[in-house]
């Protein structure tokens, strides 16, 4: 399993960095206006992504080693096709910051983007780890490869390089994963429709109770980035979406581990090894997480304005403000996943809801006066109020002590000699 964390670090390191170029791209061709349209285009296919993955998501990785592949790919599929045509109608009809042509390339890109989870989600839950992360790696890098062709080789500077860009990206990755999964896709098979019943309860079921949270979480991280494009403008989005894309890179860490011990514990019935390991996992995160933050906040405003361009100083100011947050938040992925591991996804909900009352409180008070520090505020304080509500739950479920929480100077010890045998293996 250790190795198995470094090599999904390692991978997400990668993805973070080329994620960190595409930011810098796209902020220094097309200025803060510009990269606040480019949020607001991934902003909207995360939110059809919420609808789609009630089926395609997370809960997949809990069904796969329970039920045939067969019968979980196409009720997969076809949901996520009807997501998508149902979405892009509304975003149609509403105004989500989106023009028309962009609206409909948004739902096409999310289907697209679903098909290629659905394979990521599937490997997942065969412990297929390294194969998963191969194809994480190859989404940014497609990415990156087709902005520079077009805002750097062919000289353009409008939004559609980053259209285009997604397309390769997300193809590409829904090809490989095709391709690693070919044992499965060649003994594919169409059953009778009342053969999928028990599978399409689950999926619902889990996917359901699971994607509650999430699409509570979704106005948590990115109610923001509407209320700013409403009450402000577009390149507050920009400088905004900069600062919270660099925070959130610290998440890496968490998402490194919490990737592993989600397929670990759905694979396990053993509760006291799942709680121990879920604490063990929580401090390892905090501490390797605690020294990036610090780093992180303390760059100046000038740095910021160097690297993505002189409408961007602001960047060192909300950073600092998300910092707390940001790094609690780190330790309320582990937890969730060990909930979410466990089949109880009501929990991440809760959690959830507790910070959406923060955020509906602080976001239409505090952005629209003092607009993206306010932002800010809003998201550090719903980022610790998920944290603290599953950390609670977790030590009386449990029976842990804050104090386990804390890493002691022998377990730190014994972490880095696991990670010093590891490599001089």
């Not at 803060?32 to 789609?52: A, E, Y």
């Not at 993955?53 to 809990?62: F, H």
């Not at 494009?229 to 660099?246: K, P």
Request: contains cysteine; glycine residues 6%; hydrophobic residues 50%.
């Amino acid at each position: 399993m250790f190795s198995k964390i470094l090599n999904t670090f390692g991978t997400k390191m990668v993805v973070a960095f080329i994620n960190l170029a595409i930011a810098i791209l796209i902020s220094q061709v097309l200025g803060d206006s510009g990269k606040g349209l480019q949020s607001l285009v991934l902003t909207n296919i995360s939110f059809i992504l919420i609808f789609s993955e009630i089926v395609c998501g997370a809960s997949l990785v809990y069904l796969t080693s329970r039920h045939d592949f067969s019968k979980l790919w196409l009720p997969s599929v076809l949901w996520a096709l009807f997501v998508a045509v149902v979405m892009g109608v509304l975003m149609l009809l509403l105004n989500m910051g989106l023009d028309s042509a962009l609206a409909i390339h948004t739902a096409i890109l999310s289907f697209v983007s679903s098909f290629a989870s659905i394979n990521f989600r599937i490997l997942i839950g065969k412990e297929e780890v390294k194969k998963a992360n191969y194809n994480t790696l190859l989404q940014p890098v497609a990415l990156v490869l087709t902005l520079l062709v077009y805002y750097l080789v062919l000289g353009k500077s409008d939004i559609y390089g980053y259209i285009i860009g997604l397309y390769v990206a997300y193809g590409s990755s829904a090809i490989l994963g095709t391709r690693q999964l070919w044992n499965e896709y060649k003994s594919l098979k169409i059953y009778p429709l009342r053969e999928y019943n028990d599978t399409l309860r689950a999926l619902f079921k889990y996917g359901f109770l699971n994607q509650t949270s999430h699409f509570v979480q979704f106005f948590n991280l990115r109610l923001s980035y509407y209320l700013l494009n409403a009450y402000v403008d577009t390149g507050h989005v920009g400088v905004y979406s900069n600062a919270v894309s660099l925070a959130e890179a610290l998440w890496i860490i968490s998402n490194s581990i919490a990737l592993v011990q989600y397929a670990r514990v759905s694979n396990s019935t053993d509760t006291a090894y799942n709680q121990r390991l879920t604490l063990d996992l929580a401090k390892i995160c905090f501490a390797i997480s605690l020294p990036a933050v610090i780093v992180l906040a303390l760059l100046p405003s000038q740095f910021y304005q160097f690297v993505f361009g002189p409408e961007f100083g602001l960047m060192s100011t909300l950073i600092k403000i998300l910092a707390p947050g940001v790094l609690l938040y780190g330790v309320y992925l582990i937890l969730g996943h060990y909930y979410s591991g466990s089949g109880r996804y009501f929990m991440n909900t809760w959690a959830a809801l507790c910070g959406l009352v923060i955020t509906l409180t602080c976001g239409f008070t505090l952005i629209p006066r003092f607009a993206a520090q306010g932002a800010a505020v809003t998201a550090s304080l719903a980022y610790s109020t998920n944290a603290l509500f599953l950390m609670a739950c977790f030590l009386k479920e449990s029976r842990f002590k804050m104090h386990d929480f804390v890493l002691t100077p022998s377990e730190l010890k014994n972490y880095l000699l696991e990670i010093k045998n590891h490599y001089l293996k």
